[in-house]
C-alpha cells in the first residue's frame, strides 16, 4: 500500500489557517486517480465515512497545532451541516478542546453526550486531570465506576 501525502497549499474553508500536509488516505477510500480537483475536495462531504474521516483529519491537525478558533470552526460546521458525530468523533472533540486547555467547551460537550465509552470518560478524566481539577476528575471517576465502564487491573 503506497501512502500518498499531498500538500495543501492554500487554505481550508473550515480553517482559518493553512493546513500543511493531509494524508489522503484518511480522507478517501482509494486515492484519487487523475483529477487534481478530486484531490482538493473538501473532505466533509459525501458519504458518512469519507465525512467522519475528514473531520477527523481536521480536528487532528487543529489537536496538533492547539487550534483553539479553527476547532471550533470545525465543530460549528458540523453542527450547521446537521452532522451527528458519533461517540468516537465526539471523544476527539473532547480531547481537542482538553489540548486548546478549554476545559469548560469540553465538559459541555461531554455532559450533552448520550453515549460514552471508556476512552471519553478517561479523556475527560485525564483532562481535568492535567488541567489541575483534581476533584473534579475524581468525580468524573465515581460517576464512571457508577456506570459500569470502567475497567479495574489490579
Not at 494524508?23 to 487534481?36: E, V
Amino acid at each position: 500500500m503506497i501512502r500518498r501525502i499531498i500538500t495543501v497549499e492554500s487554505t481550508h474553508p473550515l480553517l482559518k489557517s493553512t493546513v500543511r500536509s493531509v494524508h489522503f488516505f484518511s480522507l478517501t477510500r482509494f486515492p484519487p486517480k487523475n483529477s487534481n480537483e478530486e484531490r482538493l475536495k473538501p473532505p466533509v462531504q459525501g458519504d458518512p465515512v469519507r465525512r467522519i474521516n475528514g473531520y477527523d483529519a481536521l480536528l487532528t491537525e487543529c489537536i496538533d497545532r492547539r487550534a483553539l478558533d479553527d476547532g471550533r470552526g470545525v465543530h460549528g460546521h458540523m453542527i450547521k451541516a446537521g452532522f451527528v458525530p458519533r461517540v468516537y468523533l465526539q471523544t476527539r472533540l473532547i480531547l481537542f478542546y482538553v489540548r486548546c486547555d478549554s476545559l469548560m467547551d469540553a465538559r459541555k460537550l461531554f455532559e450533552g453526550m448520550r453515549d460514552r465509552n471508556i476512552a471519553t470518560w478517561t479523556t475527560m478524566i485525564s483532562g481535568c486531570s492535567r488541567t489541575g481539577h483534581d476533584r473534579e476528575a475524581r468525580d468524573l471517576f465515581v460517576r464512571m465506576l457508577g456506570t459500569g465502564k470502567a475497567v479495574i487491573v489490579s
